[in-house]
Structure formats: C-alpha cells, structure tokens
C-alpha cells in the first residue's frame, strides 16, 4: 500500500464560478469574482492510501492525521501544537433530561488555545510559511487571533492582529503574551477587517481573515473527518454548529463530499444547523427569506464576539450545506445562551464557551418544536473552552 508522505493537492477551485488558479502560488480569493478559493486533491490516488485499515496503523493523532488531503506539501512544514482529534463526548445527562438518547459533543475546547480556531490557523500558517510567508495579518473577536499569535510564535514568523476594543481582556493578554502585534479598533470584527486589511496591503502582509485565503478552511474540515472517523466511517443526522464566519460548517461539508468520493462514507448526510445570536443573524435572515447571500446585519449587537460577525464572505456556502442537509437556522437570545453555558456546566462538568452553548439553546427550541428527533444521533459543537473568557462565569445571565 502507497503510504505518501506527501500532499494530493492539485489546485486551487473557486467555490463560485470554478475558476482553477495554481495550488503552488500564494492565493487569497479568486482572481476572477472575489469568492472563495478550495484546495483540490487527486482523490482517485487518495483511495489507494487513505482506507480504514491504512488509518488504524496512524500514529499520528492531529490535523495531520490525513495529511494527503491537507494542502501542506511537505512534511517539514507540518507545524503542530497538538491540534484536533477532540473527543466526542457522550452527554447522557443533559440528553436524558432533553429526551434525547444519543446527544454528543464535539469538544474543541481541548484544542491547545482553548478553540476550534487552533485548526484553521495552524493550517493557515503552516501552508503559508512552505509558500514564503513571513509576516501574517487577520482581524478576530479574539479566539482567531490567539490561535494566529500561538502558531506564528510556534514558527518564529510574526503576527499583526486587529481586534474590536471589547475583545476580552484576557485574550488581549494571551495575544500579547504570545508576541503578537494587536491593534484594537473601535466598533466590531467588521471595522476591524477594513483596519487589517488597509495596513496590511502597506505592508505586504498576508491576510488570514475567515475564508478569505484557501487554507484555514482545510484546517477546520478535519472537524468533519474525524466526525466519521468517531462513528465508524457513518455521520451523526443532525450537527448543530455556532455560526459567525461560518468555516466550520463549510469546512466539514467539504469533507462529507471528499471522504464520500475518497469511498470511506456513502451519500447520507447529517441535518446542519446554523445558530446566531438574536442580535446578529445574516445567516437565519437570508436562509427564511430564500436568499442565496446574506447581506450586512445592520448594527449587530452580542456579548459573545465569536457569533457576532454582520457580514461572511462564505454565507453563499453556508447556505448551501445548510439547504442541500435538510437543515435549519435558527436565532437564540444571548440571555438563553448564558444559562446553557451553566446548564452544561451542572449537568455534565464542562465548561464551554458562550458561542459554543448557543448549540445547546438551539437544541432546546428544536427539540420542542419537533425538528430533531429523538432517536437522532445529534452533534453539538463546543467551538471552544468557557476557561478562555473567566469572566462570563462571574457574570449573571
């Protein structure tokens, strides 16, 4: 059996009009409408090396454990901090006072900075550095940029973070502990991208912002492939995923379509569900209005930065998973999104961030008006650690 070392990437696809641009020159959006940009891979070579029997013999448990579809070309730029292969934890006591017999959580809160963005910013940066990048650039809520300063410092590159003035005093530190260079702006994540992306170009740097490079999607599918790998080459039927950019929904379904492909699952595919906050949610608009894009939300109001995101370069994307899974989107009140994180907290001991316990907010509303079933295997994703943002804790809903 062919045990490549190497990536299978092969180019760079718009995911809008297809557009192919070279998979060995550093690419932001597409060149021809200014959408996003997937990596694609020799699939058919893929099949001869990736299999059930040729995974159980891997030792390696990170975002690398699939490395033929990974963009990195070379294993020397395979940076690590021990990202992914989170467990999916069974919630049995939260799911036996919901009715729900198979309620799972996927922790990305175990990743090394506490979140899911651990996964696209290692990719990001790793691929970035194999194709000359010395000096990156994205704006954050917080948790991105946490996860830029760590794999920038992990690689001896530097990191320029633009950051809304309300982003959590204790990821500030963290940023700055770690050698980033963080500017805060005043207003949201928005204000901020226009602030990254102006001085950037002065300066040359490369722009990791959500979707607008081809590279921290790739990070965030393996959530995806791991699901599959947890359930024995099946899917969960329903994933129920905390929406501000929207990577990871759009990430894993990339990976349903390449595992599919790859011979390793079949054509069923679980009911994805957007969440967002009452006061931000372009998604849930434009998904009950039967938009194929989201628009701006004007004046967007949350205390949870993560899902407070007006606008997503990749709402076309979203859209689409969410339409063609059969699933849903659906707004919480920040209020509700509070008392899940304590609910969890006191059911099951764990501690997730306010983004991720909008998932289990939800779930409540879905499970009471009949949208999920509850012989259903359902996947929450804990997007993150409640230990990133001690002073949610300290707070009352």
Known sequence: MNNLKNSLITHLECSFCGKVHDADELNTVCKKCGKVLYPRYDLEKGKECITPNSLRLRKTY??????EIMPVKQ??????????????IHLKNLGEKMGLKELYLKDEGQNPTGTFK????CAAVAKGIELGVKEFSMPTAGNAGAALAAYTAHARVKSHIFAPK???????????AMGADLTLVNGLITDAGAEAKKIGIENGWFDVSTLKEPYRIEGKKTMGLELAEHFEWGLPDVIIYPTGGGTGIVGMWKAFTELEELGLIGHERPKMISVQPVGCQPIVRAFENGDEFAGTWPN??????????PSAIGDYLILRAIRESHGTAIAVADIH????????AKHEGIMIAGEAAATIAALEKLNDNGFVDKTQK???????????????WSSSP
């Open 337 to 344: 999104t509070h008392e899940s994180m304590l609910k969890l």
């Open 75 to 88: 294993e020397k730029y395979r940076i690590s901090l021990g990202e992914g292969w989170t467990p999916l």
């Open 378 to 392: 359902i996947v929450l994703f804990g997007t993150g650690s409640g230990l990133v943002t001690p002073s949610l």
């Open 62 to 67: 990170n975002l690398w454990r699939f490395h």
């Open 166 to 176: 309300d982003t959590d005093e204790f990821i500030q530190v963290e940023m700055k």
């Open 118 to 121: 651990s996964r696209g910013l």
């Open 300 to 309: 967007a109001t949350s205390k949870f930065g993560g899902i407070r995101v």
